[in-house]
């Protein structure tokens, strides 16, 4: 794509809204030319989000007024809250059926439309969308996403524990049956709405679990686990929330399905993302920390060996808003239209 | 006893000997006499923890200047570093045998000589009084702290694992090789030594496990569970560090040993602990938040089921510095003196 | 009282409300007999506050389901928002005269009708109580309290800026057209409404000042530093927002009016609290921090010179939750009905 | 200058080291070819900060055992503590003085000797340097900067005072005696030395001033105020430390030295930065926040009108770590080197 490519952003007030913008900004090869966000049409992104204020961008509309057909977007990132998604993608891929769709809520995540009912409430108001859906995870779809109309970026929670488990469930390393998750996220993974529980005084200085036991993101572990064992998996996973905006570090207990080590866990893994520009496997034995991918697309994997024989403990860490939303929509952006994989994708990690 | 015990604190300069002198200065029994910090000796505690200022308190000294006997001290808390401290005690004992002692070190938790070596590296210069120690963990060894001379207060990270998982050891109700323990600990637990790694900046906004694998608290917890269990027992335990001061929240793995399902769990450990103070346990499927015991003796418990059959996710929560370390400390000199076990230590969580 | 007093918490699901029960749980004089929180009504205490899980109290009820008369209490503490406050005490005054009241909104903190209006922009429906009620200032007011049915709790910042500036305004010694006051708050101070702007991600690692200019709590200072000087004055009060949960510390600038030297306001401010339990005057040249005051109902304050000849830097610093709300309530109840005037207020710092 | 830029870093290993190689790295036009860090000489980069494992970059080696003519680096930053650093850049420039230096220390911010020797307690050992060196804010001595062999960055809080303050001194509109400037930073601005009292549990939840009355910025704000008045001028300065990682906010108090207006100071700054790209000037009566410049090279200023007339409240954010040092050093070192003024700084605040 030579000239170019004009985007557009629904929900641009909430904070994976505020991420595409971040990053789009300082794309060489994107212009801005749609930000939406209903409840705030008509205000200017910075009176949203200050930290642009020193920068052009298109005001703030309402979705219902966007005309798709003359708006003709090269490709729209959707940040929306699930089941709206599944209605506004619909309606924009009928008016404007060459624009390209990069969604970032779990609506299209399910490829089993009854997988989608059962987690989500209701019946899927968009199955053939549903069907045509890529998964975003590139790392393992990679050739799928270069050819996808509409691709359903992945959640950050999923992001985090597939990369490293993907390699070893496909080599059949591991007990399939004891596998466990313990998840532990920032803030800014539970949104920007104005709730009691998320104020900063809730949350400051203490720590928890939630959604224990019936976590949604347990649908998309089970479907890509699944497909990547080639039989049914059911992992244990239990989400906690940080005292801290960004990052995600999921510690997780494997078991060796033979008589394979740690130490071939990590070469495995390693292997797998020997040429990958945003995985970073560390050295056998060290574990990584969510400070030193904040703000950056990476993701880094550590394997340790548990005092247990034949047991590993794996970390994964990478920021929620970057690779585990905004980074890899992006990421997924630059293959459908042509563009270098990691344009725009450059930042290092800012710590301290 | 009808007056006043006076008692004196050993390592007042660090947190856990803050804490203490917080505690003992509003304790209606208890004469601070004492209050020992090397590298401080001859300032007031007010030069080292300005929150006393208001308050009279002995000036710090040296523990090397002090005469044992003609200190006359009812009880010692000596919150020093490990294998410094078996020396001390060794010696206080020596001069002052009338003199009990709770100790907050890991020197006399483990009952074996062979184990103590194994993980802290060298001989044990004090094996007799190894033998004689007693573990403090209130909840199990009541009984037998009452007529102790020397306590070995438990690990913050081991109370707060031990208190949900004993009760279920006991019954033989959870596979006893399969438990893993999850855990994440506010940084007051780390200490207060000046180390790179624990300054603001490295810690703030940043998440990770650390002693993967070879934890110390291990060692403590494999007696204790071996004790409870009558056969060997070794738990998978990761340890984590929080952006945040107190807390210590254990996630913790179990499944059914047989039929018993999670909210028979749920039951054994409510009714273990109906009568006690100091835990609390909530309804089932509810899980534990650190903030809610922070600056009190108390620990939270919830029990919620696995959505996998057999398996149940235990939440354990408690404030490191309080009954994770100091306020455990009261606890067990409280029934060490004959006073009520709760005195001095009614403090309720301070939220928000 | 030789009996128990019997209290209630008017807005029980706030955090000044659950910061009274707080310490009302421990006071040895009290019951808590009522507890409203029109929203939360029919709920436990521990539905709102899970660390009040393991204590027995009253189930929240609806404000307008009370009957006063029947109620009896002694003594009502009020945190409601302003303006619903005086219907509601105007209401409870009106069927239970003998019902003594603390209230912790702004409505009765101005004895000037006018000023009320001009700053809250409305009439005020309660003028008669308006002009009953006294500004419970402990340190000021004293003598006023103990005969007083119906208290003003002071604000916060008012709190954190009076204790240091009455005395040197009393005593003339201060330019009083020159006084600069920039006062920095935790979150809490903020209350628990759903706010976006007070949402963890919006102030985590980040600060900034607001109500720059206007910001209502001036009406306050400027009644009471004008009592205090008998003319008219009108400081420069800046309010910011802190990314931690408790505490304020205001810095003062203030210019000698004639020849006094810093060394001489210190002076006269440490006598002025030479007597009282829950100011504390640090040395000169060493200044407050609010993490010593944590949890406990003490004001620190520090008097340092400036470099320029004749000007000082004050520092005061207390827990807004504490003396700056539901502390100072407590003291002015236990003054009302003839307690010790530190019953129930002897917590200590909770440092760290 | 048509080839890659040679740079080298002296001192990576603290945190303005690190956050020149976060934008070197990405710095289109320069190689890192040298990093120093004695006390970690022969590791990695990647062992002192774990964010720059993914990238390639020289091993860290000593200062002692460096060829500075062999070495032939077009610029050198030394962000070495002060007094070591004279010595350091003397030996440079006299073994390789055609290369260039931006020195990150106070050493050459002070041009007079005799306030060097009484700031910091001794002789400068570089005296000629001293001379030489240009002060680097760039927005007011660009042109000098353009020209020089050696610069001397700026300090953070100076930096966030300066950029207000000139244009109203330049101009005359602001009485010169009365300038109060209270500033808050974020902890990265106490560097990475492991003390204490910058240990996380010691910083967080809690704040204060420190060297009230005598802070070493205040010489290089009387130079620079002083130069821009034509007079002397002593303005009485305060800080802070938050507890966050970074930022600072100064909140400074001004007032009309005739019948100026708070808006008419606006139009004056904002007039002064109009073509500036890292100073933006809000509209009137909004102020910044730090989280709104977070990683950016970017200083947000805002006025307000205080409620006394003639008197402004001005409020002034940067990311200590980049436009108050090593944003606001790459900055000096395009306009040194030739390159375009912003190359390399264009990263967007990361909020939240």
Known sequence: MARQAKVGVLGASGYTGSE??????????????????????????RDVFPQFSPFALPTLVSIDGVDWKAAALDLVFCALPHATTQKVIAALLAAAPAT??????????LADTNAYARWYGGEHSAPHLQTEA?????????DEIKKARL???????????????IPLIRKGVIALDDIVID??????GAGRAAKENMLFSEVSEGFHAYGVGHHRHMAELDQEFSRAAGRDVVVTFT????????????????????????EDFH????????????????????????????????TFIGVAKDRKPGRAIIGSALDNLVKGASGQ????????????????????????
Chains 1, 2, 3, 4 share one sequence.
Not at 151 to 165: E, F, K, R, W
Not at 278 to 289: A, D, K, R, Y
Request: aromatic share 6%; hydrophobic share 45%.
């Open 134 to 142: 890529v998964y975003g995870l590139v790392e393992v779809y990679r």
């Open 20 to 45: 595409l913008v971040r990053l789009l900004l300082r794309h060489p090869q994107v212009e801005i030319a749609l930000l939406t966000a209903d409840r705030r049409a008509g205000q200017a992104m």
């Open 239 to 262: 989400p906690h929330l940080l005292p801290m905006n960004r990052g995600i570090l999921s510690t997780i207990y494997v078991r060796a399905s033979a008589q394979q080590k740690p």
């Open 183 to 188: 998840a532990k996220s920032g803030m800014t």
């Open 329 to 352: 929509a992006v990421q997924n952006m630059n293959l459908m239209l042509g563009f270098p994989e990691t344009m725009g994708l450059e930042q290092i990690a800012l710590f301290p």
């Open 151 to 165: 691709v359903a970026n992945p959640g950050c929670y999923t992001t985090c524990a597939q990369l490293p488990l």
């Open 267 to 298: 070469a495995i893994i390693a292997q797998a993302y020997a040429g990958e520009p945003f995985v970073h496997v560390l050295p056998f034995g060290e574990m990584p920390q969510t400070r030193h991918v904040r703000g950056s697309n990476m």
């Open 100 to 109: 390209k769709v990069v969604d970032l809520s779990a609506d299209f995540r």
